[in-house]
């Protein structure tokens, strides 16, 4: 299983950044995706998440500002970043919840690479 992400980069504060990350590698499907985030200095956080039936929750500093979403396949997603902060600096990574066998309700998680996003103020 593989998890492929891009985009990120830098942005000036109250810019756009949208990144993107692809599953590989899925026999049964997935469940739950997300994307985290980590700061220098600070854990690694929950930034927003997706369920399979489409279901999103968001943490509340991203709330209003950053739309997650997934296409068709289930197998990619997208965090539509705007507004953006100087604290939104991160390294950003996806996260995914592999099926193990036909509706394995919890599945084998994995991560992608992170990729860093840059605010300057």
């Known amino acids: 299983v593989q998890l492929q992400a891009s985009g990120g980069g830098l942005a000036q504060a109250g810019g756009s950044l949208n990144l993107s990350c692809q599953a590989r590698?899925?026999?049964?499907?997935?469940?739950?995706m997300a994307w985290h985030r980590q700061a220098p200095g600070s854990q690694r956080e929950l930034v927003a998440g997706?369920?399979?039936?489409?279901?999103?929750n968001y943490t509340d500093s991203v709330k209003g500002r950053f739309t997650i979403s997934r296409d068709n396949t289930g197998n990619t997603i997208n965090l539509q970043m705007s507004t953006l902060k100087p604290e939104d600096t991160a390294v950003y990574y996806c996260?995914?919840?592999?099926?193990?066998?036909?509706?394995?309700?919890?599945?084998?998680?994995?991560w992608g690479q992170g990729t860093l996003v840059t605010v300057s103020s």
């Open positions: 996260n995914a919840e592999f099926r193990r066998f036909p509706r394995d309700p919890a599945g084998y998680a994995a």
């Open positions: 997706i369920s399979s039936g489409g279901d999103t």
């Open positions: 590698g899925s026999r049964f499907g997935i469940n739950n």
